[in-house]
C-alpha cells in the first residue's frame, strides 16, 4: 500500500513537518508494511521554509539583516542544491516575532527582505522561491526597494525615509540606481492572498487591521500606497498594482512584482514543486490536513491543493484537522472522502493543542482503521 501524507501546519502548535510525522505514525500502526510517503505542504507562510528544505533536502542558511521592528535580527532562508534560494517574509517581517507588536505597523521596515536578497546576491544566487504569507508590514514593499537601491524623495526632491507614514509625502524615485543584478534573477512568489494592491479588496482594507491598522486609518494609508503604486506603476509601463497577488505580504507582493517576480498560488505551485503530485500517481490513499478547515479551506488552502491533485490521479484522499466548522463540512465532503477533527466528541480547543502530536497520531490511526 502507497500512502501520500502531505498536511499544511498546525499552527500554534505543529509545524508541517511535525504534522507529517504525526500522521505517519498513526497511520503506521495499522498499515506497517504500507510504504508511506512524507511531503509536508505549505501555502507560502509560515512553514513554507521548512517545508521545502525537508522536501527538497536543502540547506540551512542564516544572515543578519534589519528585522521588520527596525532592530537587527538573524533571518533564516534555505539554499536547494540547483541554487534556488528559499525566502520566507516571515522570517525577517513576521507578525509573531518577537518585539514586533511594540512598533506601530506605519514604522515597521521591509528593509531587511531588500538586505536578504543583497545577501544572496553576493553568493551568486539568481533564483528565488518567495513565501509572502505572515507579514506584519503594510508598506508597499517600499523598504525592501530602498534595500535594493531605489532612491525615494518627497516631493520637494529631499531624500524620503521608506517607511509606510511617509508615504503621503512621496514626490518621486530614482528606479536607476536598483540593483542591476535583479535584470538577471528569476522571482517565483507564493502566496494564497491574490488581491490587488489597493482598494476595498486591496492590502491595507483587507489585512491592515490584523497588523495593526485602526478603522480610521486604513483610508490614508491605502492612498499612501496609492502614491506608491502611480510611481512604481509609471517605471514599469504596467499596471503592476493591479496584478493579483499585488496586496499580498503588505504590498510586498507589488513590490517583488515590479522586479519581475512572477505570482503563484502558493499552495498548489509547491503542491507541483515539491513532488506531491508526482508522489500520487499509483498512490492508494492520500491524508492532508490544516490546524483549522472552515469554508477559506476551499480557497486556496494546502488541504484543497492535494485534494485537487489527489483527484486528478484517481486517489482517494482524507483530511485531518484541529478543528472543523460545521457549516464547512458539507463543501469540505465534495473533496474529502473522510474529515476527522481533534476537536471532537468533547474534545476542547484547548485539551486539542496540547500534546497535539500524540493526538493526531491517534486520529491518523483511526482515520487508518477506517480505510482497512
Not at 26 to 46: C, K, N, Q, S, Y
Not at 59 to 85: F, I, S
Not at 87 to 102: F, H, N
Not at 147 to 169: H, M
Amino acid at each position: 500500500m502507497r500512502i501520500v501524507v502531505s498536511p499544511d501546519s498546525f499552527k500554534g502548535s505543529l509545524t508541517a513537518v511535525a504534522a507529517a510525522e504525526a500522521i505517519a505514525a498513526g497511520v503506521a500502526r495499522v498499515f506497517p508494511a504500507a510504504e508511506i510517503r512524507l511531503l509536508p505542504l505549505a501555502d507560502g507562510g509560515e512553514g513554507t521554509l521548512e517545508a521545502v528544505l525537508a522536501a527538497r533536502q536543502g540547506e540551512w542558511r542564516q544572515a543578519a539583516v534589519t528585522g521588520g521592528h527596525g532592530k537587527p535580527l538573524e533571518a533564516a532562508w534555505g539554499l536547494l542544491a540547483d541554487g534556488t534560494a528559499i525566502v520566507e517574509t516571515a522570517q525577517v517581517v513576521g507578525l509573531t516575532l518577537p518585539g514586533m507588536a511594540a512598533v506601530p505597523v506605519a514604522r515597521r521596515t521591509t528593509a531587511g527582505l531588500g538586505e536578504l536578497l543583497r545577501h544572496c546576491l553576493d553568493l551568486g544566487v539568481r533564483r528565488f522561491w518567495v513565501g509572502l504569507g505572515g507579514s506584519a508590514t503594510n508598506d508597499g514593499g517600499v523598504g525592501m526597494l530602498a534595500a535594493l537601491g531605489v532612491r525615494f524623495a518627497d516631493g520637494a526632491g529631499g531624500r524620503l525615509e521608506p517607511v509606510l507614514e511617509n508615504l503621503d509625502r512621496l514626490g518621486g524615485a530614482d528606479f536607476s540606481t536598483l540593483d542591476a543584478r535583479l535584470r538577471e534573477c528569476g522571482i517565483l512568489l507564493l502566496s494564497d492572498v491574490d488581491s490587488p494592491l489597493l482598494g476595498p479588496a486591496g492590502a491595507t482594507a483587507v489585512f491592515g487591521p490584523q497588523k495593526g491598522v485602526r478603522p480610521d486609518e486604513v483610508a490614508r494609508y491605502d492612498r499612501c500606497l496609492g502614491h506608491l503604486a502611480q510611481i512604481g506603476d509609471a517605471w514599469a509601463g504596467r499596471a503592476a498594482s493591479l496584478l493579483p497577488g499585488s496586496g499580498a505580504a503588505g504590498g510586498l507582493g507589488y513590490a517583488f512584482q515590479l522586479l519581475g517576480g512572477k505570482f503563484r498560488r502558493g499552495a498548489a505551485e509547491l503542491g507541483r514543486l515539491l513532488g506531491v503530485d508526482a508522489a500520487l500517481s499509483g498512490a492508494d490513499w492520500a491524508i492532508t490536513g490544516e490546524g483549522r478547515s472552515d469554508s477559506q479551506t476551499l480557497h486556496g488552502k494546502a488541504p484543497l491543493a492535494v485534494a485537487e491533485m489527489a483527484r486528478a490521479a484517481g486517489v482517494p484522499v482524507t483530511l485531518l484537522s484541529g478543528q472543523i466548522a460545521p457549516e464547512a463540512d458539507p463543501s469540505l465532503a465534495d473533496w474529502f472522502g473522510d474529515r476527522l477533527a481533534l476537536v471532537s466528541g468533547g474534545v476542547a480547543v484547548e485539551q486539542a493543542m496540547t500534546k497535539t502530536a500524540e493526538r493526531l497520531a491517534d486520529l491518523a490511526e483511526r482515520a487508518a482503521r477506517r480505510k482497512k
